[in-house]
């Protein structure tokens, strides 16, 4: 346990250190652009499905025979 906290003090050190000297903005620009081509891809995937099926408007059928009750 005493070494996860160690190893998260010198990550948060490291991390905070290289985000003053804005080494970290290529990171991030770089998720951004990867989550705003998923998100559009996404957006696309889902515009075809739904021009290629229709809704099922069918509704579930039930059963008509009917069940005794349980005598003890």
């Known amino acids: 346990m005493i070494r996860t906290l160690i ?3 010198i990550a948060g050190y490291v991390g905070k250190k290289l985000y003053d000297e804005g080494k970290l903005t290529e990171f991030k620009d770089d998720l951004v ?3 705003n081509q998923a ?3 996404l957006d696309n995937r889902r515009a075809s499905d739904t021009t ?3 809704p099922n408007l069918a509704t ?3 059963s008509t025979a009917g069940t ?3 005598t003890p």
Request: no cysteine.
């Open 7 to 9: 190893f998260g003090a």
């Open 52 to 54: 290629l099926t229709s």
């Open 39 to 41: 998100r559009f891809d």
């Open 60 to 62: 579930p059928t039930a």
């Open 68 to 70: 005794a009750p349980l």
């Open 33 to 35: 652009a990867r989550y």
